[in-house]
C-alpha cells in the first residue's frame, strides 16, 4: 500500500474537518523528504554541507541544509493549499499561508532537518512534523494552538540506510519505506507496536551534572546489574533524536533528553515542544508508549512561545513509568 492510499484510509476515520487536509499535507511532506533524501546522498558533491552563517532563534548555527529544508518545506506547505501557517525551527515567527486559510486550514510545526550536527558526518538526520487545527488561524499566540493532545497527526521521516516515513493520524503509527528509484513510500511497517519494556537507553551522558537527582538515580539504575530486571540496559545515542526515537518505537527501552537542573527554579530542556517533542509524544503514545517530561505527559504541556523547549523520556511505558517513579522518590 501506498503512503496516499494509507492517507486516503485514514481520512476516513477522522470525522473533522480537517482530515482532508491532514491527508494533503502528509503526501507533500513524503514528496519533500524524497527530495530531502536525494540532496543528503549528493550534499558533498554539491559544496552543501557546512554552516550557512549566523544562528537561528534558538541560539544553533545554522547549517546550509537546515536554510534549504527549511525553504523548500516552506514552499511545498504553501502550495499544499491545506497549512494556514509554519512553525519552523528555521523561522523566528510563524509563516503564514493564506493560500491555506479556511475551516480545512492546519497549523503545521516542522524541524525540516532535525540532527544537523550529525551531517557533516554523514549520519543519521530527519524531518519531524506536526499537523493542529488551526481554527481560521487566529494568530493569538502559541497557547491558542492548545495542548499536544491537540494535534491531529504526527510523523517523522528518517534519513538512514533506507528512508523511513512514520506517522499517526490518531489511530495507531505506521511506518514506511521509501523506494529510492521511484520516491514513492510503501508501507513496511502497519500498526508499530512498542515493546512494553525494552533493554536501551539513549540520552546524551556528558551532561550528567546538569540532571534532576531522579535523572540520576535512574540512569544509574539502568546501568547496574540485575539479572531478574533485565539490567544493565545498553546505552544507544546517534545525536539525531529522529534516530533514537525510531529504534526506541521498533526495540523498546528509553530515548531522553532531561532538562538541565543547574539552577532548579529554571529547568531548561534542550528539545522544542512544538517540533520535536510533542509529535514524538504523539507517535509513541500511539504505539502503546508513553512520553513524560519526568513530572507529567508530555501530551499535556501547552506552549507559551513557539518555540518552547521541554524535558522528553519517551518509549515503552513500564521503563517511563520506572523513570517518573525516580523523579518522584
Ligand atoms: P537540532 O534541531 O538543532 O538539530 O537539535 C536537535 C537534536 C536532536 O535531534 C538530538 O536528539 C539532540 O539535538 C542532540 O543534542 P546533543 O548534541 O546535546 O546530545
Ligand atoms: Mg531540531
Known amino acids: 500500500m501506498t503512503l496516499d492510499e494509507h492517507l486516503a484510509r485514514q481520512q476516513a476515520t477522522l470525522a473533522s474537518d480537517q482530515a482532508r487536509g491532514m491527508a494533503l499535507?502528509?503526501?507533500?511532506?513524503?514528496?519533500?523528504?524524497?527530495?530531502?533524501?536525494?540532496?543528503?546522498?549528493?550534499?558533498?558533491?554539491?559544496?552543501?554541507?557546512?554552516?550557512?552563517?549566523?544562528?537561528?532563534?534558538?541560539?544553533?548555527q545554522v547549517k546550509k541544509l537546515d536554510v534549504w529544508g527549511h525553504e523548500i518545506m516552506t514552499a511545498a506547505l504553501r502550495k499544499s493549499g491545506a497549512c494556514a501557517a509554519l512553525v519552523s525551527e528555521e523561522a523566528p515567527e510563524p509563516i503564514e499561508m493564506p493560500e491555506g486559510k479556511g475551516s480545512t486550514g492546519l497549523v503545521v510545526a516542522c524541524d525540516p532537518v532535525d540532527g544537523s550536527s550529525n551531517l557533516d558526518v554523514n549520519g543519521t538526520v530527519g524531518t519531524i512534523f506536526s499537523l493542529r487545527p488551526s481554527r481560521g488561524w487566529d494568530p493569538a499566540g502559541p497557547a491558542a494552538l492548545g495542548p499536544g493532545t491537540e494535534q491531529i497527526a504526527a510523523g517523522y521521516v528518517m534519513y538512514g540506510p533506507a528512508t523511513t516515513l512514520v506517522y499517526t493520524a490518531g489511530s495507531g503509527t505506521h511506518g514506511f519505506t521509501m523506494d529510492r528509484a521511484t520516491?514513492?513510500?510503501?508501507?513496511?511497517?502497519?500498526?508499530?507496536?512498542?515493546?512494553?519494556?525494552?533493554?536501551?537507553?539513549?540520552?546524551?551522558?556528558?551532561?550528567?551534572?546538569t540532571w534532576h537527582p531522579g535523572q540520576r538515580a535512574f540512569v544509574e539504575y539502568l546501568r547496574t546489574p540485575d539479572k531478574a530486571t533485565g539490567r544493565p540496559y545498553s546505552l544507544r545515542y546517534s545525536g539525531a533524536m529522529v534516530a533514537d526515537v525510531h529504534r526506541t518505537l521498533l526495540d523498546g527501552g528509553l530515548f531522553m533528553y532531561p532538562a538541565d537542573m543547574r539552577d532548579p527554579a529554571k529547568p531548561k530542556g534542550k528539545l522544542r515542544?512544538?517540533?520535536?517533542?510533542?509529535?514524538?509524544?504523539m507517535i509513541v503514545e500511539q504505539a502503546g508508549g508513553r512520553a513524560s517530561t519526568g513530572t507529567e505527559r508530555v501530551l499535556d504541556v501547552t506552549a507559551t512561545e513557539y518555540h518552547q523547549r521541554a524535558a522528553i523520556i519517551v518509549g515503552s511505558p513500564d521503563d517511563v513509568a520506572l523513570a517518573e517513579e525516580f523523579y518522584r522518590r
Open 25 to 60: 499535507v502528509v503526501s507533500r511532506i513524503g514528496s519533500v523528504a524524497a527530495v530531502i533524501a536525494q540532496e543528503l546522498a549528493h550534499a558533498a558533491l554539491r559544496v552543501q554541507l557546512g554552516y550557512a552563517g549566523g544562528t537561528n532563534l534558538t541560539g544553533d
Open 183 to 209: 520516491g514513492e513510500f510503501f508501507l513496511t511497517h502497519p500498526d508499530i507496536r512498542i515493546p512494553q519494556k525494552g533493554k536501551v537507553y539513549g540520552i546524551n551522558e556528558g551532561n550528567i551534572s
Open 273 to 281: 515542544l512544538l517540533y520535536e517533542v510533542a509529535p514524538m509524544g
